[in-house]
């Protein structure tokens, strides 16, 4: 079975542009989840989705969205990019059900340079 | 708020030493899980294991084994025999089960494990 797959791999934007990032999870997850990973801040959750509404958001600004389709593949977006949004952007997918919910699967994750 | 403290940053060790990684978490939720994760250089994050609040059995997996002590809220991991393959950064991380349903990973700091040939 296929892990979770992330594109780009990696990106390189300047300040002002926006950007999407792309997550497809493992076949048969429909609940994605985004992570943001720093030097600084160290790994930091954005939001998760989940049958294509978002069920939970972290503590960002709105700058910062995503959405999930039918297919529970899901974007993230980014726009008015400053430079302390350049991190390794992190998707997970999880099985809602039964003994193995709650085990989030990575993805490996999509690189963002913001000069 | 939850909460997941690894004190230790970086460990080195020799090959075929024992290393204990340290997690100590914080919750008030009586229903949560714990995990840990190995990232590579690679930068993927890789699911290694998952325990309920529930479950205070300590589990052992190859030369990887877990202690799980609610008394004193932590979750430790040990590699057994090094192995420089076993070089990465390891993440504990919580997950709170609220009313709502899950809620997301936190996250601790890392700590960086080198194992020296």
């Known amino acids: 079975k296929a892990g979770v797959t992330q594109t780009p791999r990696y990106l390189i934007k300047t300040r002002g542009q926006q950007v999407t990032l792309s997550c497809s999870p493992i076949?048969?997850?429909?609940?994605v989840s985004w992570y943001q990973q720093t030097p600084g801040q160290g790994l930091q959750f954005l939001f998760e989705?989940?049958?294509?509404?978002?069920?939970n958001k972290g503590n960002f600004p709105g700058r910062f969205s995503g959405r999930q389709f039918s297919n529970s593949r899901s974007e993230m977006n980014v726009s008015t990019l400053e430079l302390g949004d350049s991190a390794l952007y992190l998707c997970?997918?999880?099985?809602?059900?039964?003994?193995?919910?709650?085990?989030?699967?990575f993805g490996p994750g999509t690189r963002l340079t913001v000069l | 708020a939850q909460k997941v403290t690894q004190a230790q940053t970086e460990i080195s060790v020799v090959e075929k030493e024992d290393v204990t990684l340290d997690c100590v978490y914080e919750?008030?939720?009586?229903?949560?899980?714990l995990f840990w994760y190995k990232q590579p250089p690679s930068g993927e994050l890789v699911f290694l294991i998952r325990?309920?609040?529930?479950?205070?059995q300590n589990e052992i997996s190859g030369r990887y084994s877990w202690n799980f002590q609610k008394s004193t809220s932590s979750f430790n991991f040990t590699i057994t025999a090094s192995q420089v393959v076993d070089s990465a950064v390891y993440f504990c991380?919580?997950?709170?089960?609220?009313?709502?349903?899950?809620?997301?990973?936190?996250f601790g700091s890392g700590t960086r494990l080198q194992v020296q040939p």
């Open positions: 997970a997918s999880s099985l809602e059900q039964g003994a193995r919910s709650n085990e989030q699967f």
């Open positions: 076949s048969g997850h429909r609940s």
């Open positions: 989705y989940f049958s294509e509404t978002q069920r």
């Open positions: 919750t008030r939720d009586t229903t949560y899980y």
């Open positions: 325990r309920n609040s529930f479950d205070e």
């Open positions: 991380a919580l997950s709170e089960v609220g009313d709502t349903g899950r809620r997301a990973l936190t």
